[in-house]
């Protein structure tokens, strides 16, 4: 029992920090999203692809996040956008607080978008607000179809999906029609979109799409 | 600095609970595998392929673990092995208080060996102790050459890595042997084996004779 009261206080912590990242992002009129999904499911060849297209449209930086290397902000500063790597020397998620900090070297004033790519996990991370105003879960087609039913709370806490590696599924015998199914059958409502390559071009309009969307209809608020 | 000491006291009750789960299990001339990995790493599969000719060396048992659904758990069924599903409801990793209750519904006189298939978690799940007498992390060509390095406790607490999927990465530019090297920089002496595909058939030898030399080493002392 004992457990379980701190677990709580853990969460209520973290979302008195999250909500302090949010007000702080509002105030500079920044939108901040959250990309999580398991080790290796493309989350940095997702944000590899996208960022130069939201570049050309917003002062962009990026929050990495792993458990150790700066492999993935090295991979991202080749796109051009600033990249600030948060390592969790072993922890499973990035919080609130990791976030706070790293605000702190970002010259908010000129920054219009900020992505925060989470510590590759499909469980932890989806409990941990970052003070974030949409989150994304990259799954993976050799991941399995039966991922979305296994992992419910990674498919409920979301406000989409993105099917990456669609190109990969023929190989595996996986169809993504059938994750596509399971997803909706966890959460009617989310958005699924795909992201995979077609005659070896990475396929990344409507993602592009739906965060230009988004991030246009939260200005407007 | 609460927290810190809450999370070592978590660590040191689950280190407990293992070592008694362990004195079961040796009492009984059980020998215990943990296999862990990410969400869709090939834990299952892997499991399907080796069961058949361990069950056929040794009375079979498998504890599956898994936020939601009895899928791994029908899977492994197929196999002729006994499964018990673990279902975390969220919870990112088995614990030993977990496993110490499926023990109590297996015929402990009755089973040589439990194969117990953690939650797809590449973090969580390393840290905590099961009683196991061996690990085994799986880890899957498409989650990208770099995974090791970026994850090394799963690769320094850890007896073997299988790579799996093998066959499926010439088609993502993945080269296994870069893998290797990168499991090798984190973990010099872990033992490294392979499964994949071959014309449609499953190399599941190497894994297998793996494991029948530990289970002989263990049942020789």
Redesign the interface.
């Known amino acids: 029992m004992t ?1 379980i009261k ?1 677990k709580k206080s ?1 969460y209520h912590l973290n979302d008195e920090i999250a909500a302090k990242n949010h007000a702080e992002l509002r105030k500079h009129g920044i939108f901040a999203l959250n990309v999580m999904g ?3 499911s493309g989350k940095t060849t997702l944000l590899e692809n996208i960022l130069p297209e939201l570049l050309s449209a917003y002062k962009t930086a990026v929050i990495e996040g ?4 700066e ?2 902000a090295e991979r991202i500063r080749k796109t051009g956008v600033p990249a600030y790597q948060i390592n969790t020397n ?3 998620h990035l919080d609130a607080k990791m976030v706070e900090k790293e605000l702190k070297k970002i010259d908010l004033d000129q920054t219009e978008l900020i992505v925060i790519e989470n ?6 991370p989806i409990n941990f607000n970052l003070g974030e105003d949409l989150r994304i879960v990259v799954l ?1 087609t ?3 179809e ?2 979305p ?5 990674a498919m409920m806490k979301t406000d989409a999906v993105v099917i990456s ?1 669609t ?2 599924a023929p ?2 015998d996986i169809d993504p029609e059938v994750i596509k199914k399971n997803i909706l059958q966890i959460n009617p409502k989310v958005c699924i979109l795909e992201a995979g390559k077609i005659n070896g071009v990475y396929q990344k309009d409507a993602v592009v799409a739906f965060l230009k969307d988004s991030i246009e209809k939260h200005q407007a608020r």
Chains 1, 2 share one sequence.
Do not use: F, H, Q, R
């Not at 792993?66 to 290397?69: C, E, K, M, P, S």
């Not at 510590?119 to 932890?124: K, Q």
């Not at 039913?149 to 709370?153: Q, S």
């Open positions: 457990e701190i853990a398991a080790p290796g792993d458990l150790a290397t492999n993935d072993g922890g499973c510590v590759g996990n499909l469980v932890c993976s050799p991941e399995g039966d991922k039913l296994k992992y419910p709370p590696k190109d990969i190989y595996m």
